[in-house]
C-alpha cells in the first residue's frame, strides 16, 4: 500500500541523508560480497557485516549520526536479496545510485509508530527524522514493515508491506491450471486469458518520445533532469497498474478455485537459458527474449507470492516440463505440435487449442512428464501456517 508523504524541508534532508546511509551500508556490503569471489576466502554474512556496522559507526561521525536501524536494515535487505540471487529467483544486486536508489526500509516494532491525524492524513515517526506526514488514501490495516523512497521528480512515497488475508476457499473442488503466456500473461485452464494494462497505446508513445529527447538532451542540464522525471512518472504508472492487475487476479483465483496449480519453474533459469548452447542452440531465441523480459515485467513472482498468501496451501507447484508440449486431449508429447506461439496442434490426434491454455490444461492436471515419457503425478500440496498471529493495526 503505497501513499504519497510529505516530508517538511527539514524533514527531507534528514531523510536523504538516512538514505544516502542506507545506501551506503549496501553498497559496502556488496562490494565485500563480489570480492569474496576473488579471494575465496570466508564471507560475511549479515551477522559479520552488522558487526562491521558497529565498528563503522563508532570510527566515523557521520554514520553513527544516522540511525542504526535503518543502516542495519540495508545490510538485512542485501543479504535477503543475495540468498534470493542464489535461489534463483531474483537477479543479483546491484549497486545503489545517488537520486536513482533514495530509499530506507523500517522493519519490525519502529515500523508500526503510525497514528491518525484526520480523516485524510496519517503520520509515521520514522526514527531520527520524526513524524512525517502522509495522505492515507485507503485504509491501512496489519502491516509489518514500509519502506520510505524520493522518486526522480522529487517526490516521496511510503510504501506498507501487507500480507493479504487468506481468502476462504470456495469448497467446490474446483482446480485451475495457471500458465504464464507469451502474448497474455496468465492463460487459464478454462480458457480465459489476462494481462496488466500498462500503459495506454498513447502514453507508451509518449515514453517513447520522451526517451528519444532524453538521448538528445544534455549531459546536467535541466532539460534533462526534467525529461527524466517525467520518463519515471510514466514508468511509475506501469508498474502501478501491473501491481494493481496482480492484486486483482490473485484475489479472483484464490476466491474461484480451491486449488491453484501453477508451473514450477524458476524465472531466471528461463531468461538465461533463451540463448542455448552450442549443441542445443536456443530454438525461437527472439521470442524467448520477449518472453523473458514478459514474465519478469508481468510480475509473475508476485503473482504467485501474492496467491500463496490468499490461498495458503492452496497453490500447488507442477513441474514445468513438456506443459507446453504435451496434447491434453491425447498426452502425446512433440515439440512440433506447437505450431506457434499462439496455436497448438497435435500431431497425433489434431486436437486443436490455444497453446497457452492447453499447458494451463497440462498444469492443472497436475501431469508432469519425465524425460523417459512416462506420466507422473507431481504435484504435492504446499502446506503453510496461515501469517496472521498478530490482531491486525488499523490505523
Ligand atoms: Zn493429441
Known amino acids: 500500500m503505497r501513499f504519497r508523504l510529505y516530508p517538511s524541508a527539514a524533514q527531507e534532508v534528514l531523510g ?17 560480497r563480489l570480492m569474496w569471489r576473488r579471494w575465496k576466502g570466508p564471507t560475511a554474512g549479515f551477522n559479520g557485516q552488522a558487526a562491521q556496522l558497529t565498528e563503522a559507526r563508532a570510527a ?67 526514527p531520527k527524522i520524526g513524524w512525517v506526514s502522509f495522505k492515507r488514501s ?29 481468502i476462504p476457499a470456495p469448497g467446490t473442488g474446483g482446480v485451475v491450471g495457471v500458465d504464464r503466456g507469451v502474448t497474455v500473461a496468465v492463460a487459464l485452464s478454462t480458457g480465459e486469458m489476462t494481462s496488466p494494462k500498462g500503459l495506454r497505446a498513447k502514453e507508451a508513445d509518449r515514453l517513447l518520445r520522451l526517451q528519444r529527447r532524453l538521448a538528445r538532451a544534455r549531459r546536467g542540464s535541466n532539460r534533462r533532469h526534467q525529461v527524466k522525471s517525467l520518463i519515471a512518472g510514466l514508468k511509475a504508472k506501469d508498474a502501478d497498474r501491473r501491481k494493481d492487475w496482480v492484486e486483482k487476479t490473485s484475489t479472483a483465483l484464490a476466491r474461484r478455485f480451491d486449488v491453484i496449480r501453477v508451473e514450477n519453474l524458476n524465472i531466471e533459469g528461463m531468461t538465461r537459458s533463451a540463448r542455448g548452447t552450442v549443441q542445443k542452440p536456443g530454438r525461437n531465441v527472439a521470442q524467448k527474449a520477449g518472453l523473458g523480459r514478459g514474465i519478469l515485467k508481468s510480475g509473475w513472482g508476485l503473482l504467485v507470492t501474492r496467491l500463496e498468501q490468499k490461498a495458503p496451501g492452496r497453490v500447488e507447484k507442477v513441474k514445468a516440463a513438456y506443459t507446453s508440449q504435451t496434447c491434453n486431449a491425447c498426452k502425446h508429447i512433440a515439440a512440433e505440435s506447437r505450431k506457434s506461439q499462439a496455436t497448438f496442434v497435435c500431431v497425433a490426434c489434431g486436437h486443436q487449442a490455444n497453446a497457452d491454455v492447453n499447458a494451463a490444461r497440462n498444469i492443472a492436471a497436475g501431469h508432469a512428464v519425465t524425460a523417459r515419457g512416462d506420466r507422473r503425478v507431481l504435484a504435492r500440496s504446499v502446506k503453510r501456517e496461515p501469517q496472521h498471529a498478530r490482531p491486525p493495526k488499523v490505523a
Open 16 to 32: 536523504l541523508e538516512q538514505c544516502g546511509h542506507a545506501r551506503y551500508g549496501w553498497n559496502l556490503g556488496l562490494e565485500q
Open 60 to 126: 566515523a561521525r557521520w554514520l553513527a549520526c544516522g540511525s542504526q536501524t535503518v543502516q542495519q536494515q540495508a545490510l538485512r535487505d542485501l543479504d535477503q536479496g543475495w540468498r534470493s540471487f542464489f535461489a534463483g529467483t531474483h537477479r543479483r544486486p546491484t549497486w545503489r545510485k545517488a537520486s536513482e536508489h533514495e530509499g530506507l526500509r523500517i522493519v519490525g516494532p519502529q515500523a508500526v509508530r503510525v497514528r491518525r491525524d484526520n480523516r485524510a492524513r496519517s503520520s509515521v515517526l520514522v
Open 138 to 166: 485507503r485504509a491501512l490495516i496489519d502491516w509489518k514493515s514500509y519502506r520510505i523512497s524520493r522518486d526522480r521528480a522529487g517526490r516521496w512515497h511510503i510504501a506498507f508491506a501487507v500480507i493479504p488475508e487468506p
